[in-house]
């Protein structure tokens, strides 16, 4: 019973248009959503827990027209990425642990030059291989992991939904604003089975940034165009600081613009969970179930952990001055540290509840908020 | 009476873990002696390990490794237990979990017997799980695609669903498209199974006159 290549990629073309609920683990989502997405090339190496996405695309981009290639290591990928964009494609990869730390060294060079690209990170458990499985260690290295000031813009997702819609959202970041962005997944996301909605950004109305070519664009340079000179490597020290500023002054001026959370908090919170990615569904559980039981908690998800969303935090915290905080993470204090850079000169008792590796229940954290009064100030 | 050979073969994430369990305590509620063997080959430890002792306690006699005897190389290496290679000589119904997707039925070559079957009334059948809510099985043209990439099978079973978002009508849905898909292809639907809630409101039937088997949700408790 053959089925023609041309029918099989109508019937693929459908799954993303028809806007049916899907049964799906995240790593397939991903390589949905990079097709939605308009990517044209993925460059990756194998690496648990994000295999399935190079899976699934392999199998998937050839009846959309897009391509894939499979490097010798991380390294390659990333450099085989900037390339790619270079020339006017959309390029992205996945990865995780050991291989995003490889992949380290291309991002900070996308960041020097302005490139843009897109990376998927599911997180595993560390330090070095560890665990093939989940954690949220890689929370600081996606975020600030270059030799740089970690200009990049990393979007924490909970659901599969987000992943879909988050990894779309990242190719149109990427290319509008010329910073590295990243979909900070995690094992689990990577692997667990849940309901989603596929579709075509367009049906939706959603505008996709085109890809255009960086390196070499139309026109003679010099007579039509300004020459396209992207440097990363400086004679001077003062050369360098001049463009590190800025590029952090586009930085600061965008990051407004894209910063994103969720906030749920009573009136007169007593406890506010703070918590992103997978965690945060847990935090948000039991949030709720607390409230049932008349206790007023409220709930804190910065999406975007990069730039973090500082302000509505220190919002929410001025608002109540006994407000007690609550950080749960499956790390050992890497959103904790963030939440305590973001609210310096604050006195409010910061709890916390890490795991480095391991998941974490709406049980536990609702056991955790339920401790009797703990946490040290802030600041 | 034959004893009852099958391996679970499928589109990755279909439901063939949480079917082979189901279908192994159902024989051993029979009654009968069953092995339910673990073949993963990217995942070994992921699936069936966390849940043997659960098994165990219901009668089953489960071919995983157990966490004490793993050291874990992670995705660089394939561990198989070296009791998978002769499981068809277990003196019972043997059950085999076979994970990811086309390259899992590749694997069925290290088992004795399996290719070609160690007798014509023992052979193994390969039974097919389908959830027509996985995108890549979700028309009649996928799921053919999808059979026609893997191989011939014996037999089909409907598992469509959407996890806490499952409907009867959906299941129903799922039998008619899995029903044509058996008929192209020329072998039986074995069974739609479903979620002991959902199967109660199916009847002993589907839509398509298959048989409805209840199933328990296990691999909730598994990692992955």
Redesign the interface.
Known sequence: ???AST??SG?YE??LRRE??????GN?VVA?AALAAGADLMYGY???PQ??IMHYWA?LAPHFGRGFLQTEDELSAGFAMLGGALVGKKTFSATAGPGNILMQEPIAMAEMMQIPGVWIIQQRGGPS?A???YSQQELRLTATGGNGEGLRIVYSTASHQELFEYTIKAFNTAWRYRFPTFVLGDGYQA?????VT?FRPENRGWELVPAEPILCPPGVPARDRDPVHLRNTFNLEEELYTRLMDQLAAYERIAPEVTEWEAEVPPGPEVLIIAHGIVARAARQAKESLNRQGRKVGYFRPVTVRPFPGQALREIVAASPNLRLLVAESAYGQLLAMVKAELYGFTNPVDSLLKPGVGITAEEIAAAVGRPEGGEAVS | MPRVLEAYVGEYASGKSENAINRALRLVREGRRVRLADLDLVEPAYTLRPLKRTLEAQGLEVLAWETKELIGPGEAAITLKKEIVSTLAFPGDVIIDVGYGVEGRRLLNLIKGAFPPANGEEALRLIMVVNAARPLTSSLPLILAYLDEFGPVDGLINNTHLGEETTVELIQEGAVLVTAAARRVGCPVVATTAWRPYARQLGPVDRMGNPVWPIERFMSGAFW
């Not at chain 1, 049916?20 to 683990?25: D, E, L, V």
């Not at chain 1, 692997?191 to 309901?195: D, N, P, V, Y």
Request: charged content about 30%; cysteine-free.
């Open positions: 019973m053959k089925i029918q099989l019937e459908k799954v049916q609920r899907s049964f799906m683990t397939e949905w194998p690496i648990t295999n399935e199998r291989t665990t093939v499985i692997k667990m089975r849940e309901a596929l």
